[in-house]
């Protein structure tokens, strides 16, 4: 099964529904895109990947081009996602990482003392050639589609380097915000200016949106966000307020920190699928757009319940300023790409009637 966006080619991507919704403009429908659409549930995605390291293919832009087209051609969905890696700038600077199958992110020598800085200098766009290079390739190609780009946030940049990897309990990161809080400053300080500066090459070289991940900040309450955290996730979403891109901010967990996250210089705050978004929407304001959050098992469930919880969000998202459609986290690997074109052919149905 094939979708292809019933768009204008000669259309500005910057008045295309999705930016609009998160301008919070009028729109004539719901616009759809779905975290990890570019990735290991399109057969032609691990296709292309087969026998390439996952950071060799976000640094060669012919490979990143086609990977994030992949999901716009099959789907018809309203936006493309830059296909990289949260840990590509920190690779990019000279970090000493790898991407490990069934791990994840693995830094060989975690970042724990005043030392450790020094491994890691600030980024400058001739860090990362390849990404202005595969941006440029993408909204040549992508036309009146936008582009979406990227960046992990600094908290969640910093769990990675602290601990060494993944983490279920961040006990070094928390053990390092508490106890040397003028080191945990000074580091998400600069993971701050790489996570901007990695956005703003995007946004310079053709991206319409950009948005931040913070996938482990849930793991905090309130008032360590507040103290910790959310100065430097302002810092990096500040670096492209100048450039007119619509900014979203997501976090996985964070029900609790909505409004926090607004306050970090969001246009858009994506609410993942533990929080109901008519919720979200009244402890967010009317300041901003939403963006969420269907529960990525809800694909595997049968078609009517599943078209019926669609319709739900649709309905709730119609409280807020604007809407965009999409998961509350992640595309899970084992997902049928049918069901996702049949999700976004239903939202685009029922949101235009």
């Not at 300023?321 to 052919?345: A, K, M, Y």
Request: net charge negative.
């Amino acid at each position: 099964m094939t979708a292809a966006p019933a768009t204008d080619p000669t259309a500005d991507p910057a008045d295309s529904a999705l930016v609009r919704a998160a301008r919070r403009l009028p729109v004539e429908r719901t616009p759809v895109w779905f975290m990890r659409q570019a990735g290991r549930s399109l057969p032609e995605y691990r296709e292309v990947r087969q026998g390439v390291a996952m950071l060799d293919s976000c640094m060669r832009p012919d490979l990143v081009a086609e990977i994030t087209m992949q999901p716009v051609r099959r789907h018809g969905v309203d936006a493309a996602i830059f296909f990289s890696d949260i840990v590509v700038p920190l690779k990019a600077v000279g970090v000493d990482l790898d991407i490990v199958p069934g791990v994840g992110p693995v830094v060989a020598e975690p970042v724990r003392r005043w030392a450790d800085l020094d491994r890691i200098p600030e980024l400058t766009p001739e860090h990362v050639p390849y990404i202005t290079e595969a941006v440029r390739l993408l909204v040549a190609e992508l036309g009146p589609t936008p582009l979406i780009g990227f960046a992990g946030a600094p908290f969640t940049l910093a769990s990675y380097l602290v601990e060494g990897g993944p983490s279920k309990n961040h006990e070094h990161t928390k053990a390092l915000m508490h106890g040397d809080p003028a080191l945990w400053e000074a580091l998400c300080g600069r993971l701050a200016q790489i996570s901007g500066a990695f956005l703003r090459v995007q946004a310079l070289a053709g991206a319409s949106v950009v948005q931040l991940f913070d996938s482990w900040v849930g793991a905090l309450q309130r008032s360590d966000y507040s103290r910790f955290v959310l100065p430097h996730s302002r810092t990096a979403l500040a670096a492209v307020a100048d450039l007119d891109v619509p900014r979203i901010h997501f976090g996985v967990g964070t029900g609790e920190l909505l409004a926090l996250m607004g306050s970090a210089g969001a246009d858009v705050v994506g609410v993942d699928y533990r929080v109901e978004l008519t919720d979200a929407v009244e402890r967010l304001g009317p300041g901003f757009a939403v963006q969420g959050n269907l529960d990525p098992a809800l694909l595997f469930a049968p078609w009517e319940p599943l078209a019926a919880r669609v319709e739900e969000i649709v309905r709730a998202g119609r409280s807020a300023p604007g809407h965009i459609f999409n998961l509350g986290h992640g595309v899970l690997p084992s997902t049928d790409p049918d069901v996702l074109t049949r999700v976004v052919e239903h939202v685009h149905a029922i949101s235009s009637q």
